[in-house]
């Protein structure tokens, strides 16, 4: 009961589906190496695929006190009789744990990656249905610059896709396979891991048995790295959006507004977002933790880490769906936005002096701070203009710099979208040519 607590069994049934999946890879592999009968591997794999279907429609149920491998091996008895007792032949639970939570980190990273961008290119969407909208710019929380709202979305689009840097490493990291590791050392019978990796959709074999076993942990800590960046760009955003609230140049609708204050509108969604940021870093923290201390090979430590990374993951998936009902629901108020941007022409009208004086730009404001210049009148779209480079909030450069943006985000979404491919055809195939074996155990009687 204390190794497997209502909590892990809930997690084993959740993780499933891709224990099966392993193990399927792992008995074709056995059989086609001779290293268990034929036949029995067809029994195991009939019975296998049968678990799949159950683990996907949420039947295949874990007891307190029992873990997924306790839970097939008992069904396996069940269905294949005697054959069972060669399914986890040349394996050890040491690295098939690894290979299940590499498989499940995969799957996760692309569909959270691919809802990133997706979120990504909707706010070039808005920035460019923005990028004339003028609002003050901020440093310190006070007024600076004039900018757009466009301007404001595109700094966090560019941040997404700085992040991918980071989601893209984790995948490499974890798009190794584990399996014929063993416990740590590898194991006595002559496996071939490399088919075990290809029919798993892994770009390679992990080359040391005991590494393989060792960075369990690891793998998660490199994914959590990921989604607590992400994470923690998107609590800026959300901490403008309150900001900006407070101050009346943005209505948030996403909320319930006040239980006591009539017409009220409080930016209920925004404050959630900017707070998942401490679940995910929580996470990280949680598994850096357990991990620090802890020598090579296995330890039942390394299990602090399967909560931490399906719930950073999912943190990470609550935060990317706040963040599009944000964008439906946040409406920017342009007339209070122009208003305040007026108060942060000082550096535009002072750039303007020192390019009508053709002065070094600080003679001219120590000129300002010494009160002994007239300062020429400058409107927020006039400064906007004269910001024209790169990078810049013009409204002709926000266009500029989000097609720029948009090339990046297709180039990003479509390395994903071959990730994605890659796994959905492994297992695929891995699966055809599973039912070619249970078609083999059809007519053969089980062994007890």
Not at 185 to 192: E, M, N, R, T
Not at 270 to 278: H, T
Not at 296 to 323: H, M, W
Request: glycine fraction near 4%; charged fraction near 25%.
């Amino acid at each position: 009961m204390l190794i497997v607590d209502e909590e892990q069994a809930e997690l084993e049934e959740e993780l499933a589906e891709y224990y099966i999946l392993d193990t399927i890879a792992h008995n074709i592999m056995l059989a086609e190496r001779g290293i268990i009968p034929e036949q029995d591997a067809a029994r195991v794999i009939k019975a296998l695929l049968a678990l799949l279907e159950e683990a996907r429609g949420g039947r295949l149920k874990v007891k307190v006190g029992m873990d997924i491998h306790q839970v097939v091996e008992a069904k396996l008895r069940e269905a294949a009789g005697a054959s069972s007792l060669w399914f986890h032949q040349a394996r050890s639970r040491n690295d098939e744990v690894a290979a299940r939570m590499r498989i499940y980190i995969r799957h996760k990273l692309v569909s959270l990656a691919l809802r990133a961008l997706s979120c990504c290119a909707e706010m070039l969407d808005l920035s460019e249905k923005y990028c004339s909208l003028v609002m003050p710019g901020y440093t310190h929380q006070m007024p600076s610059m004039p900018m757009t709202f466009g301007f404001w979305l595109q700094c966090y689009a560019e941040g997404i896709l700085d992040t991918m840097e980071l989601a893209k490493a984790a995948y490499k990291a974890a798009d190794k396979c584990p399996l014929g590791a063993g416990a740590s050392q590898g194991v006595y019978w002559p496996i071939d891991r490399e088919l075990t990796s290809r029919l798993l959709g892994f770009s390679k074999p992990v080359l040391n048995s005991l590494y393989a076993v060792t960075s369990r942990g690891h793998i998660e800590l490199y994914a959590a790295s990921w989604a607590s960046a992400l994470a923690l760009l998107l609590s800026r955003l959300a901490e403008d959006l309150v900001n900006w609230s407070s101050l009346g140049l943005v209505e948030v609708k996403a909320g319930e507004g006040s239980s006591i204050i009539p017409a009220k509108l409080n930016p209920d969604v925004a404050e959630l977002l900017r707070a998942a940021s401490a679940r995910t870093l929580a996470c990280y923290t949680h598994m850096y933790t357990a991990l620090k201390s802890l020598p090579s090979g296995y330890q039942r430590d390394s299990r602090e880490t399967k909560k931490p990374i399906v719930d950073c993951f999912k943190a990470l998936e609550y935060s990317l769906k706040a963040l599009s009902a944000l964008f439906r629901s946040a409406r920017p108020l342009p007339e209070e936005m122009y208003t305040r941007a007026q108060s942060c022409m000082l550096a535009a009208k002072a750039a303007k002096l020192a390019r009508q004086l053709n002065k070094p730009y600080a003679e001219v404001k120590k000129l300002i701070e010494e009160g002994e210049a007239s300062l020429p009148e400058v409107d927020p779209g006039e400064a906007l203009e004269m910001q024209d480079h790169l990078g810049s909030p013009k409204p002709a450069r926000v266009l500029e710099t989000a097609r720029e943006l948009r090339k990046a985000v297709q180039q990003e979404a479509s390395w994903w979208h071959a990730r994605e491919r890659g796994m959905l055809e492994a297992e695929r195939d891995l699966i055809e040519r599973a039912k070619l074996y249970a078609q083999r155990a059809a007519e053969a009687s089980p062994r007890w």
